[in-house]
């Protein structure tokens, strides 16, 4: 994205420069060329020559460390969340036992990637929407109570008649149809959301 | 003074109450949070209290641990946030969870008066 923008700028200024030379030339079409060439002329074309190569190479070459470095920071950001996937598929698989360590567990490994990615992007200085989207706690934190959440012992007794409890023995937490229905579409989500960040990071 | 939940108490906390499992949050609260909490009123001190280092919490745990200091154990809220500090570096949004818990016992407490 940088590098667009100086390539604009190039071309802005070229633009610029070119229109500038017209109008010079327009204005001084009486200028007379003396075709006698002297030594300190052909010295200063020359350096000047030297100059222009020298300073396209030096901004060529900056431009290419530059894109160099952008292109491995984006590749290493996208392997990073490649990291991710497999550690939701391991909060999925434990859902499916219902041991409540376990779940906490795993949605732990999820929750410390997915913090320790939105600190990476922020160190970076990333644009906020990218932060935005980088921000996993409040679907991580819905995740959590609908996955671990059970109810307080004064509602108890109402809340097992609701659709969506969880009830809790010997460690196992057993959601109701319609909880586990809930937490499949929030884990989807979550799927989704890192899919986004992918596309949003390889774009730039 | 400083309670570390995975050296003190478990690496492996589980469920809201005692009757549901090993390591609940009903335990941790009794057995080391609340004692912790009343020395620290009777001297005047605050404590802290660390959550990284452990497997992970489930909302039940933390509900029950926190939130039941006020539900439960009748400590006020303003206590209770003066008295304890909690850390947590690994997962930090845990720290505004918990600090909703606190304020929907209160809020509880309120309205239950």
Redesign the interface.
């Known amino acids: 994205m940088r590098q667009g923008i100086f390539i604009s700028l190039f071309i802005l200024i070229g633009f610029v420069l070119g229109g500038f030379a017209v109008e010079l030339v327009e204005h001084y079409r009486s200028l007379t060329f003396d075709p006698k060439l002297s030594l300190g002329d052909v010295t200063n074309a020359s350096m000047t020559l030297l100059a222009a190569v020298l300073v396209t190479v030096l901004v060529a070459n900056y431009l290419e460390k530059h894109n160099q470095a952008e292109r491995k920071e984006k590749e290493l950001l996208l392997r990073r969340l490649d990291l991710i996937f497999p550690l939701v598929q391991d909060f999925e698989k434990s859902n499916e036992n219902g041991n ?2 376990e ?7 999820v ?2 990637s997915c ?1 320790l990615f939105n600190r990476v992007v922020k160190d970076l200085n990333y644009p906020p929407h990218i932060l935005a989207e980088t921000d996993f ?1 409040n679907l ?2 819905e995740i ?2 609908l ?4 109810p ?2 004064e509602i108890e007794v109402h809340a097992k008649r609701s659709k969506c409890c969880a009830s ?6 057993t959601l109701t149809t319609d909880r586990k229905a809930l937490l499949d579409g929030k884990v989807d989500e979550i799927k989704s959301k890192l899919l986004k960040v992918q596309i949003v990071i390889n774009k730039m | 003074m400083k309670i570390k939940i995975a050296t003190d108490f478990s690496t492996a906390p589980g469920p809201r109450y005692i009757r549901e499992g090993k390591f609940s949050g009903e335990e941790f609260r009794t057995k080391h949070l609340l004692p912790k909490l009343k020395e620290g009123i009777a001297t005047n001190f605050f404590f802290e209290v660390e959550l990284d280092g452990t497997a992970g919490f489930g909302t039940s745990f933390l509900e029950e641990t926190f939130g039941g200091l006020i539900r439960e154990d009748k400590i006020s809220f303003e206590t209770v946030n003066s008295t304890v500090k909690i850390i947590s570096f690994e997962e930090p949004a845990l720290l505004d969870e918990i600090r909703e818990y606190l304020q929907e016992a209160h809020k509880e407490k309120g309205t239950n008066k």
């Open positions: 409540l360590t779940i906490a567990a795993t949605l732990k490994r929750s410390v913090n706690d991580i934190r959590r109570r996955a671990t959440d059970t307080i012992k809790v023995k010997d460690g196992i937490i």
